[in-house]
């Protein structure tokens, strides 16, 4: 499990901003130690444990880059055209112990090793074929369209450094130089909880003004394209020792405990107290618009008998509205995740686009509003906010592109102004 103390965060403010977040983060959350070599072919999305090195030259040989002929630049006339005899054929894969004597050229195709003495190679379509000759006009440059054993990455070389997310295209590297399974972080081990006598399962029977719950579904997506592994422990009445009690055996068996609903300073939100009773709310409020109730601490896990008496797990409180949830998960919860995962932060950097609406926001918090974005009549891309601004308007994300960042010491945003967009694409990568 996740090894945390009740100071890891030590916020004693009551307002934090977004890049004191991150920073209380980075530098006192770590990373689950537990790691595990897995195939090369399941490794999609997984934490590189150690760096990687590459075990040999890529590509591992001098070869060429397209169909034509091969041949030794200083055979070539600097003032005309040269006309060299056909001394053989290399295809991709075959013999590497083919010479060029002087005053020829070999027939090469793409992929295929240049044979000894090549340095350059003509495209097919430059060049004129008679019988066994080939005539090759003046002006190509020494060592066109050869590639260089090692121009792409050298041996011994870090490839992959810790820390890294397999994607598809690192996942291309690795097999390109012969790697099969890679050593990766563990997977982490997520719970997740809805709080609130209001909100029913839905397919259940919704009676009176109750709620079918979507925000367990919402996170349990976000998570698992994350990576972590999920337990859904379903929805929570609004009982303080209940909560405490679940909250604690959740702990025993799980990195990170989220909940939505109940943190903020209402009657029946009992989630930061049944925290306080079990571990420590480290911070509750954070400085953005919407989720400013979101809470993060420590709680203490539940007796085991195989686990260690200090082992406990991360606890994020998210508020009780859809949207707000989705802006702190992307915001808050997604830079923790990373951290216990072992992935290097992700800094996201928001394009800037122009506005085409006005808005206004208080200083001092930053502000994500929901916008499309479309092609001005100059065909500059201009973003478009939702006309609904609630944060339980689940249609709002779903009709829309992504967000707009407005910084904290932004007040006053006019038609034309530039703002920084975020795509979901980018929120999530």
Same mark, same amino acid.
């Given at each position: 499990?996740?090894?945390?103390? &009740?100071?890891? *965060?030590? *916020? @004693?403010?009551t307002?934090?901003? +977004?890049? #004191?977040m991150e920073r209380l983060i980075a530098t006192r959350v770590a990373p689950v130690s537990e790691t595990e070599r897995v195939a090369l072919r399941d490794?999609?999305?997984?934490?590189?444990?150690?760096?990687?090195?590459?075990?040999?030259? +890529?590509?591992? *040989?001098?070869? @060429?880059?397209?169909?034509g002929y091969a041949v %030794?630049? /200083? &055979?070539?006339?600097?003032?005309? &055209?040269?006309?060299?005899?056909i001394g053989g054929r290399l295809t991709a894969g075959a013999r590497t112990d083919l010479a060029l004597a002087p005053q020829q050229a070999i027939r090469i195709f793409t992929g295929a090793a240049m044979p000894a003495g090549a340095d350059t190679v003509y495209m097919q379509e430059d060049v004129v074929v008679a019988s066994d000759k080939v005539t090759v006009p003046k002006g190509l440059a020494l060592g066109a369209n050869r590639r260089l054993a090692g121009e792409d990455v050298s041996a011994g070389h870090v490839v992959l450094s810790a820390g890294t997310v397999l994607e598809a295209r690192h996942i291309a590297l690795a097999a390109a130089l012969g790697i099969t399974d890679v050593e990766v972080r563990r997977r982490l081990k997520v719970a997740i909880f809805s709080t609130g006598? =209001? !909100?029913? =399962?839905?397919?259940?029977?919704?009676v009176g003004a109750a709620i079918f719950d979507s925000n367990r579904y919402l996170l349990s997506a976000l998570l698992e394209q994350l990576g972590a592994v999920v337990t859904d422990l379903g929805i929570l009445a609004d009982d303080p020792f209940e909560l405490a009690r679940a909250l604690a055996k959740a702990a025993a068996w799980h990195d990170l405990v989220i909940t939505s609903g109940g943190v903020s300073m209402g009657e029946a939100d009992h989630v930061r107290g049944a925290v306080e009773?079990?571990?420590?709310? !480290? *911070?509750? %409020?954070? /400085?953005?618009?919407?989720?400013?109730?979101?809470?993060?601490?420590?709680? %203490?896990? /539940?007796? $085991?008998?195989?686990y260690a008496a200090h082992a406990g797990a991360a606890f994020c409180g998210l508020p009780g509205n859809p949207v707000a949830v989705f802006v702190t998960f992307v915001r808050v919860v997604k830079p923790l995740l990373l951290r216990l995962s072992g992935a290097r932060p992700q800094e996201l950097m928001a394009l800037p686009v122009r506005a085409a609406f006005a808005y206004e926001k208080k200083k001092g %918090? $930053? #502000?994500?509003?929901?916008? @499309?974005? $479309?092609?001005? @009549?100059?065909? =500059?891309? #201009? /973003?478009?906010?939702h006309p609904q601004d609630g944060t339980g308007i689940l249609t709002s994300l779903t009709e829309t592109d992504g967000l707009l960042e407005f910084p904290e010491d932004v007040t006053t945003i006019q038609p034309g102004d530039r703002a920084g967009f975020l795509s979901f694409a980018a929120l999530m990568g």
């Amino acid at each position: 499990m996740a090894q945390l103390t &009740d100071d890891c *965060f030590a *916020f @004693s403010g009551t307002l934090l901003t +977004l890049p #004191e977040m991150e920073r209380l983060i980075a530098t006192r959350v770590a990373p689950v130690s537990e790691t595990e070599r897995v195939a090369l072919r399941d490794a999609r999305g997984r934490v590189i444990a150690d760096d990687i090195k590459a075990p040999l030259d +890529l590509p591992p *040989f001098d070869n @060429s880059a397209v169909d034509g002929y091969a041949v %030794r630049h /200083a &055979d070539l006339d600097p003032g005309g &055209d040269t006309t060299l005899t056909i001394g053989g054929r290399l295809t991709a894969g075959a013999r590497t112990d083919l010479a060029l004597a002087p005053q020829q050229a070999i027939r090469i195709f793409t992929g295929a090793a240049m044979p000894a003495g090549a340095d350059t190679v003509y495209m097919q379509e430059d060049v004129v074929v008679a019988s066994d000759k080939v005539t090759v006009p003046k002006g190509l440059a020494l060592g066109a369209n050869r590639r260089l054993a090692g121009e792409d990455v050298s041996a011994g070389h870090v490839v992959l450094s810790a820390g890294t997310v397999l994607e598809a295209r690192h996942i291309a590297l690795a097999a390109a130089l012969g790697i099969t399974d890679v050593e990766v972080r563990r997977r982490l081990k997520v719970a997740i909880f809805s709080t609130g006598d =209001e !909100v029913v =399962e839905p397919g259940t029977q919704r009676v009176g003004a109750a709620i079918f719950d979507s925000n367990r579904y919402l996170l349990s997506a976000l998570l698992e394209q994350l990576g972590a592994v999920v337990t859904d422990l379903g929805i929570l009445a609004d009982d303080p020792f209940e909560l405490a009690r679940a909250l604690a055996k959740a702990a025993a068996w799980h990195d990170l405990v989220i909940t939505s609903g109940g943190v903020s300073m209402g009657e029946a939100d009992h989630v930061r107290g049944a925290v306080e009773k079990i571990g420590k709310l !480290v *911070f509750w %409020r954070v /400085a953005i618009k919407p989720g400013r109730p979101v809470a993060m601490g420590v709680i %203490r896990a /539940a007796p $085991r008998k195989d686990y260690a008496a200090h082992a406990g797990a991360a606890f994020c409180g998210l508020p009780g509205n859809p949207v707000a949830v989705f802006v702190t998960f992307v915001r808050v919860v997604k830079p923790l995740l990373l951290r216990l995962s072992g992935a290097r932060p992700q800094e996201l950097m928001a394009l800037p686009v122009r506005a085409a609406f006005a808005y206004e926001k208080k200083k001092g %918090r $930053r #502000e994500y509003v929901r916008a @499309s974005l $479309r092609r001005g @009549s100059d065909g =500059e891309v #201009e /973003a478009v906010k939702h006309p609904q601004d609630g944060t339980g308007i689940l249609t709002s994300l779903t009709e829309t592109d992504g967000l707009l960042e407005f910084p904290e010491d932004v007040t006053t945003i006019q038609p034309g102004d530039r703002a920084g967009f975020l795509s979901f694409a980018a929120l999530m990568g």
